[in-house]
């Protein structure tokens, strides 16, 4: 089953207009790939880099939530289940 992703962004709203459904990590790491890339940040974007843990469960769009984060980065995003 797909996992949602969205991005870490100023409000929800503006976060769940970011969804998109990944099938693996390795999709996940393409997706963040693509989208920060463009920014030439020089950062790491790999396998290796991004992680995923247990954050929470958020009551206003009903996922079991789970923080994405980049090294030397931050917080990229949230999925609605581990990959």
Known sequence: MPIKFREHRGTLIDSM????????KQELVKVISERLGIYSHGINISMDTIQIN??????????????????????????????
């Open 54 to 83: 247990p954050y929470g469960f958020d009551t206003r769009i009903g996922w079991d939530t789970y923080i994405v984060t980049l090294a030397n980065y931050g917080v990229v995003g949230f999925t609605n289940g581990k990959l």
């Open 17 to 24: 207009e970011t969804v998109v459904e990944v099938g693996s």
